[in-house]
């Protein structure tokens, strides 16, 4: 019998302890088996000046993940051509690992532009998708809201962003409980954001 493996992609600029909180609930509270972070190395509806080297940003969910056993750093779109699409990234997934079962865990947020996403009807006729709710504008209903694919997911929610820890982080403000202990003295030592 297949593995199930959520996927959940993101720059994780930095890993915070809302993405480990929902990746956790998912690990812990749903039929996933797996929790794989799947550090991306550039997300075109982001600017790059403000990304750390992927190294970097794989490193921090590494050591923010040392004590999750149910979940996994994964790199491989560091592997891929840039731009990647996520249609792509599964199917070299798909190749490389054939006892896995893959299912995509997104916020509601990102459900409303799912159809903006390169062969956006292949992944949704294809893998399981796991959605955790989010505070905002975008939790309307979307044309996906009953498709028998998409799982919505009673996760707490958690409204951290990577963004305003960047800004904090830089007007010298204390965002420490925002950030696993280990990822806060990465940065720290690394002089990031500043």
Not at 164 to 190: C, G, H, Q, S, T
């Amino acid at each position: 019998m297949q593995k199930k493996v959520g996927l959940f992609f993101g720059t994780f600029n930095p890993i915070h302890v809302g993405h480990l909180i929902i990746a956790n609930h998912l690990a812990e509270h749903s039929d996933l088996e797996e929790v794989w972070m799947v550090v991306t190395p550039h997300n075109p509806h982001k600017k790059k000046k403000t990304l750390l080297d992927d190294i970097h940003r794989l490193a921090m969910v590494r050591i923010a993940i040392e004590d999750y056993p149910k979940i996994q750093a994964s790199n491989i779109e560091f592997e891929l051509p840039q731009p990647n699409y996520t249609v792509n990234t599964l199917v070299v997934l798909e190749e490389k690992f054939p006892k896995k079962e893959f299912c995509l865990i997104m916020g509601e947020d990102n459900l409303k532009s799912f159809h903006k996403c390169k062969n956006y009807e292949v992944i949704l006729e294809r893998y399981p998708i796991y959605v955790y709710p989010r505070i905002s504008e975008a939790t309307a209903k979307t044309q996906f809201s009953n498709h028998q694919n998409i799982t919505k997911i009673d996760a707490p929610i958690v409204e951290i962003s990577a963004s305003f820890i960047r800004k904090n982080i830089a007007l010298e403000k204390n965002i420490r409980p925002l950030l696993p202990k280990n990822v806060w003295e990465y940065l720290d030592e690394m002089n990031f954001y500043r």
